[in-house]
Structure formats: C-alpha cells, structure tokens
Antibody, heavy 118, light 113 residues
Framework: EVQLVESGGGLVQPGGSLRLSCEAS????????MNWVRQAPGKGLEWVSY????????YYADSVKGRFTISRDNAKNSLYLQMNSLRDEDTAVYYC???????????WGQGTLVTVSS | DIVMTQSPDSLAVSLGERATINCKSS????????????LGWYQQKPGQPPKLLIY???TRESGVPDRFSGSGSGTDFTLTISSLQAEDVAVYYC?????????FGQGTKLEIK
C-alpha cells in the first residue's frame, strides 16, 4: 500500500526555519517525482514545489522561491522541504503528493500543519 | 502562470440530480505531442487531504465511482456528478499540471439542496 507521511510541522516565529519531511512507503520512491502543496486555514490549495525522481529538475512557486528548498534522499525514501525566513502567510497544512507518468497520482499524505506566529 | 477559474463558487443540488462544475484555464493545457490535457479534478472534505477523482481531464482514478466524469479539452473543462449522493458534499478543485506552477482553481463548494 502506498503511504506518504509528513512530519516536522509546528509553531515557529516569523523569520524562523522549519524542515518538513515526507516518508514514503509501498512503492519505489526513487522512480517518482514529488511535490509539496499547501493549504492555508480555510483557503484553497497552492502548489509549492516539485522535484524530479533524480533531483535533477526542481521548481518553486514564486511565493517561496529563495526561501524554501526541496530535496530528497532516495536511499531513505524521504522528501524534504527546508523552509527559511518564514512569514505569517506561510501558515498552512503542507502536503506531499506523488506524480506518476507526468500526472498526479492519487497519493497524498495527511499533511503537517505549520503555524508562523509570534 | 496559468490561471484556473472555476464556476460556480458554490452549488446546491438535490440528491439524485446532476451536478456540473466548470473549470477554465487562461491558456491551453493540451500537450499536442501526446494529445493529453494536463488537468485533474480533486474532491476535498473537511479535515482531509484532497482526493484525486480525475486525471488527464477524463480518466477516472481507480476506485472512484462512475457517477464522476470529466470532460473538455484545451481551456474548458467540466466535472459532472451524474446523480448526487450525500457523501459527495465537499469542495472540488481543478488543477493544471501542464506547466509550473501547477495552479489550482479557487474551489467549488457543493452542497445538498
């Protein structure tokens, strides 16, 4: 069974940093591209970042470019999101989502809540 | 960036009736080399992650009831629920993955009339 489990969320002050993790199981993680998608409380979905299976291709939303870094460790079946210089507007539930053959597959994690507040 | 616009923002439909949600992209999401529309539909219930219903604009995800269908091409797409069930109450989103950023529509809230 495919599983994606996010962790690392919490309360952080503006300007602070946090590292999110997404642990994958039930599939060959190293062969799939991955994404981070977030959802602010009561708001819609916002794509954050993409990383290819080999980490050779990476993209970011303009809203996080220069502050967030996506990475992966295929040996550990894990996806990461390093978030620096956090702002109030980064408060959201962060989901990891798998792609398959150029499309999104139906596999998302349950999400981890990041709250940026003083 | 490709802007995704859904209509309506909210919708109330009687049980057993048809529900239709529209999604328009600011530019085509049809990739000519493979004739695929890079468009997906999601259902989200409170406190849950989004659930993929449709990908490639019209391919139903495994396990999704056949009352859900997707149609359209290029810039105009539709999600149809042929006979609304109580468990279909949710917010529905379209998403393009033709180019980054993989933008979502603003969401359509579906309720029972």
């Amino acid at each position: 069974e495919v599983q994606l489990v996010e962790s690392g969320g919490g309360l952080v002050q503006p300007g602070g940093s946090l590292r999110l993790s997404c642990e994958a199981s039930g599939f060959t993680f190293s062969t799939y591209s991955m994404n981070w998608v977030r959802q602010a409380p009561g708001k819609g979905l916002e794509w954050v970042s993409y990383i290819s299976s080999s980490s050779s291709t990476i993209y970011y939303a303009d809203s996080v470019k220069g502050r967030f870094t996506i990475s992966r460790d295929n040996a550990k079946n894990s996806l990461y999101l390093q978030m620096n210089s956090l702002r109030d507007e980064d408060t959201a539930v962060y989901y990891c989502a798998r792609m398959k053959s150029g499309s999104y597959s139906g596999h998302w994690g349950q999400g981890t809540l990041v709250t940026v507040s003083s | 960036d490709i802007v995704m616009t859904q209509s309506p923002d909210s919708l109330a439909v009687s049980l057993g009736e048809r529900a239709t949600i529209n999604c328009k992209s600011s530019q085509s999401v049809l990739y000519s080399s493979n004739s695929k529309n890079y468009l997906g539909w999601y259902q989200q219930k409170p406190g849950q992650p989004p659930k993929l219903l449709i990908y490639w604009a019209s391919t139903r995800e495994s396990g999704v009831p056949d009352r859900f269908s997707g149609s359209g091409s290029g810039t105009d797409f539709t999600l149809t629920i042929s006979s609304l069930q109580a468990e279909d109450v949710a917010v529905y989103y379209c998403q393009q993955y033709y180019s980054t950023p993989h933008t979502f529509g603003q969401g359509t809230k579906l309720e029972i009339k």
